[in-house]
């Protein structure tokens, strides 16, 4: 079985083996996805989609010509213990769906979900499995990024997201852009433990997750690949 979540400039495979995600695989939309399909060998494939209907399209024909049988995902109202707290599911992204359900999956405590990728994604489930809204910002890099190309004076060489004060420019841009988005995390919390009545569960994923946790108080998990535990849920309920 192989999951696939095609993003907007890549896409990233994992294969499921014995129930078991293994290491991911990444498909540069410029190569080749049949020789990718040829190496992977896959019975079926699981696929959640952000990318360019083209880009969709070219992968779907190669499954076609592969003989292998291709199920798409996309968000719903509820399901999996996950009811959606939009009031127009299909405006939410894939991924923070998938997010949610693997979220459920891993507790069925109050919990706030964080994506802290290109962009940082919080969202907010209480104990019933109802998601209650969340938030999009700026993720770190971009924070930090945009700053720079605002001011010549704050054109520097960018230093690492650590946690503290600044005492140069360069790290107060970065260590700055790690406390506003742990600030926000922190207020989703704040505000999901006034209507649940506990402290919630911070589940932290994506590319920055080892950088922001540091800056995260109370019970953080990290946990790597929970968008592609969320796409297994689908995989095996085929």
């Known amino acids: 079985m192989l999951l696939i979540d095609l993003g907007n400039t890549r896409g990233k495979l994992v294969m499921v083996a014995k129930g078991q995600l293994l290491q991911p695989v990444y498909w540069d939309?410029?190569?080749?996805?049949?020789?990718?399909?040829?190496?992977?060998?896959?019975?079926?494939?699981?696929?959640a989609s952000v990318a360019p209907l083209p880009i969709e399209r070219r992968?779907?024909?190669?499954?076609?010509a592969a003989g292998i049988p291709l199920k798409r995902v996309a968000t719903e109202p509820a399901n999996f213990g996950v009811v959606n707290g939009y009031a127009d599911y299909h405006q939410m992204g894939i991924d923070r769906w998938l997010a949610l359900v693997a979220a459920r999956q891993v507790t069925e405590q109050a919990c706030v979900v964080v994506d802290a990728g290109t962009a940082v994604t919080i969202d907010a489930m209480n104990e019933a499995g109802s998601h209650v809204g969340?938030?999009?910002?700026?993720?770190?890099?971009?924070?930090?990024?945009?700053?720079?190309?605002?001011?010549?004076k704050l054109n520097v060489?960018?230093?690492?997201?650590?946690?503290?004060?600044?005492?140069?420019t360069s790290d107060a841009?970065?260590?700055?852009?790690?406390?506003?988005?742990?600030?926000?995390?922190?207020?989703?919390c704040s505000l999901l433990a006034k209507v649940s009545r506990v402290n919630p569960t911070v589940l932290l994923t994506g590319g920055d997750a080892e950088a922001l946790a540091p800056a995260l108080t109370g019970n953080v998990q990290i946990i790597?690949?929970?968008?592609?535990?969320g796409l297994h849920c689908y995989a095996e309920a085929i």
């Open 173 to 188: 841009m970065s260590r700055g852009a790690l406390h506003a988005v742990s600030g926000a995390v922190a207020q989703a």
């Open 134 to 152: 969340g938030w999009i910002v700026p993720g770190l890099t971009l924070m930090r990024a945009s700053l720079m190309q605002r001011s010549e």
């Open 29 to 47: 939309y410029d190569h080749d996805i049949a020789a990718l399909f040829a190496k992977l060998n896959p019975s079926t494939i699981c696929m």
């Open 224 to 229: 790597p690949d929970l968008v592609f535990k």
């Open 157 to 168: 060489a960018a230093s690492q997201f650590k946690v503290g004060f600044g005492v140069t």
């Open 59 to 64: 992968l779907m024909d190669a499954a076609v």
